[in-house]
């Protein structure tokens, strides 16, 4: 069958995800170095940076030969790239045969139908059957050469292996294997995987490598992200749960040979030998593996590309009704968490009132000596059930309570964080926590006013007994109906005063402690890490925030006869400092971040945790596993152009001349930056 003598036009690239469109014009605004017309362009050289693995950079003629790849990125040769050419580039990395399609185009001049045949034997010279079919024709179409540079591939590895196995033993010494390797894969030398090398050594007596494992190694790390495909069919296959901690996800050796298609067997052997870090390793871990790509990953990214979890991922603007929506989403989900971590809590808050209720100055009014002594006291006086006294209209309004103020920090977070950088200054997460805070008043205080005076009623009663005039158990339909609207909001501005610091200090602590502390971003946080994230951010905003929450219950609390009555925030901060002392302000603290620490944790972990389980439809972008699907497109597209540019560097070795690039047009006058 004769050849085809004429290729068809390059189709348009595929359409790249949004993520990738971000990431890929962060690199552009990085590299551009030129500017007409006041748009930003690259130079060649600056294209040569944007798109040469760091493993490369340094190499000899390394950016020189990825410089040649700008003629195929120029689409309207004008000698400078827009950031839509670029981003087109990167697209055309993904397309089936890109390989074999940018070294054609580079030495064909982009336009031309078919190549010089002598610079196709020059990639086939390792191949003899291939050179005596060249050496008479002077053409030869792109059918041929995709053909022939895939099968020269395969040539040149074994002619590489026979070259470092001079004696023909069918091994080669473990000392050549980094450098006949790093020929046909990107390798950091002080990466993990060079590190690691020398184990494959181990597994074949210590000395040497058989030629089938040097195979398995260059075919495993030739497409890494063969080896993100092959992972995932393993976990959906034996059903898995990824999502859980890396480290706890095991594979065995046998199972995952078993149920991979795409990596054969003795590859799967270095696969684990690589990511368990000893050799033959029978079992390995989703961590492990996760180690392998990320160095992969790590030798095949430009040094000038920003680390995956540094670039947002963008997600489609949301109509005004999916918004509202997915606020109600928010809301429920913040609602259902709210309500576990106020029940699981409430015994530690019911003595937290009585303690701040206790008023010291009076003579016989010392029930409690600390809060022990009062958890004591009221399941001896009131039973188990007196711990829960007030918890029915607490959870009636805690739902809306902590859904609102999740709600309300979660959108202003949204709002306030750059679209730049996908990051949120410090002072950003202060605001929205605080208003966050401002905004949970609607709900705290008329909660908070019931809830006190059902908390203190035992002791009422308790003081009642023997008295002529007995007191009848109130309940919370009752106080809402003495109180009345605007007496639901008594104490509003001491309210106002704890919980607006208090949430501006726990939602930045809670951020910063799941980045800095467990490393979010870089890993899946588990159960225990947002439990202890929320838990630690608690302490310090539940404590700071004691004294208004102090003035708040005295303001609250129905003065008994004999003791003193507040009129204000101001009068009763004065009155409590006169009468009490300093510590006053601090009574039922410890109780207080007993309290809130594990609540908040709670809260908080069931927030996230239900978030992931029920992902709002459409909206998943910007988790872990979307972040990993990202790395496996950038392994597939880095790897195809390390391939791509080793055919030119295979045409350099054989003093192949590439052609030149044209000079900006003399109607656009560039500046360089």
Do not use: W
């Not at 181990?202 to 000395?207: F, M, V």
């Not at 606020?327 to 576990?340: D, E, L, P, R």
């Not at 709670?602 to 992902?615: Q, V």
């Not at 030119?648 to 044209?662: D, E, Q, V």
């Amino acid at each position: 069958m004769a050849p085809q003598e004429s290729i068809t036009p390059l189709p348009e690239p595929p359409a790249l995800p949004a993520s990738d469109i971000a990431r890929y014009s962060k690199v552009f605004d990085t590299c551009a170095d030129t500017t007409l017309e006041g748009a930003h362009y690259m130079t060649p050289a600056a294209f040569a940076k944007a798109i040469t693995p760091a493993s490369s950079e340094h190499a000899p003629g390394g950016p020189s030969l990825y410089v040649n790849f700008f003629a195929v990125a120029d689409s309207e040769a004008r000698g400078v790239l827009s950031k839509a050419e670029f981003i087109r580039f990167q697209a055309l990395l993904r397309q089936n045969g890109a390989a074999a399609l940018l070294p054609f185009r580079v030495i064909s001049h982009s336009n031309a139908d078919s190549v010089d045949a002598r610079a196709l034997a020059a990639l086939a010279k390792a191949d003899d059957a291939a050179t005596n079919y060249l050496k008479d024709r002077p053409q030869a179409t792109y059918a041929e050469f995709a053909q022939l540079m895939d099968t020269s591939h395969a040539a040149r590895i074994r002619h590489a292996f026979s070259g470092a196995d001079p004696q023909g033993s069918g091994c080669m010494p473990a000392t050549s294997l980094h450098a006949v390797v790093s020929e046909f894969v990107p390798l950091d030398p002080s990466g993990l995987i060079s590190q690691r090398l020398p184990l494959l050594a181990c597994s074949e007596g210590g000395a040497a490598v058989g030629y089938p494992l040097f195979l398995a190694l260059v075919s495993l790390l030739g497409d890494p992200s063969k080896i993100r495909r092959a992972t995932e069919e393993v976990v959906q296959s034996q059903r898995l749960k990824a999502a859980a901690q890396p480290g706890a996800v095991e594979f065995s050796q046998a199972a995952f040979t078993a149920a991979s298609s795409l990596l054969s067997p003795l590859e799967v052997d270095v696969l684990f030998t690589l990511s368990a870090g000893h050799d033959s390793a029978p079992v390995t871990t989703l961590a492990g593996i996760n180690a392998v790509l990320d160095a992969c990953h790590k030798s095949l990214s430009p040094a000038a590309a920003p680390a995956l979890h540094d670039v947002p991922t963008a997600k489609p603007a949301r109509s005004a009704l999916r918004e509202t929506v997915f606020q109600a989403y928010n809301f429920s989900i913040g609602a259902v968490a709210g309500g576990i971590g106020a029940a699981f809590v409430y015994p530690i808050d019911l003595v937290k009132t009585r303690m701040q209720n206790q008023r010291s100055a009076v003579v016989g009014e010392m029930l409690y000596k600390n809060s022990i002594d009062c958890f004591r006291k009221v399941v001896r006086n009131e039973g188990i059930l007196g711990l829960y006294r007030g918890l029915g209209p607490q959870l009636v309004g805690v739902a809306p309570e902590k859904a609102i103020k999740l709600t309300v920090n979660d959108f202003m977070r949204s709002r306030l964080t750059s679209k730049d950088t996908g990051k949120i200054a410090f002072i950003s997460e202060v605001i929205a926590g605080g208003t966050a805070g401002a905004c949970q008043v609607i709900f705290t205080n008329p909660l908070e006013i019931v809830k006190i005076r059902l908390q203190v009623q035992g002791e009422i009663l308790k003081e009642a007994v023997g008295a002529t005039t007995p007191i009848v158990r109130r309940s919370a339909v009752t106080i809402v109906k003495e109180l009345g609207l605007l007496g639901l909001y008594k104490g509003a501005s001491a309210c106002l005063l704890r919980d607006i610091p208090f949430s501006a200090i726990y939602f930045s602590c809670y951020s910063h402690i799941k980045k800095d502390l467990f490393h979010e971003g870089e890993r899946r946080l588990g159960m225990l890490d947002l439990l202890l994230a929320g838990a630690l951010a608690g302490m310090p905003a539940a404590y700071l925030a004691t004294p208004a929450d102090v003035i708040k219950t005295r303001l609250q609390v129905v003065a008994k006869s004999g003791e003193t009555v507040y009129t204000g925030l101001l009068d009763a901060a004065r009155k409590i400092y006169k009468e009490e002392g300093f510590k006053a302000f601090f009574k039922g603290g410890p109780a207080r971040v007993l309290r809130s620490s594990p609540q908040f944790g709670t809260t908080l972990m069931f927030y996230e945790l239900i978030h992931r389980m029920i992902p709002f439809p459409g909206d998943e972008h910007g988790s872990p596993a979307d972040r990993l699907r990202q790395q496996s497109r950038e392994l597939s597209s880095q790897a195809t152009l390390f391939h791509a540019e080793h055919a030119l560097r295979i045409l350099h070795n054989a003093n192949y001349k590439f052609g030149t690039f044209s000079q900006p047009s003399t109607k656009l006058q560039p500046t360089s930056q």
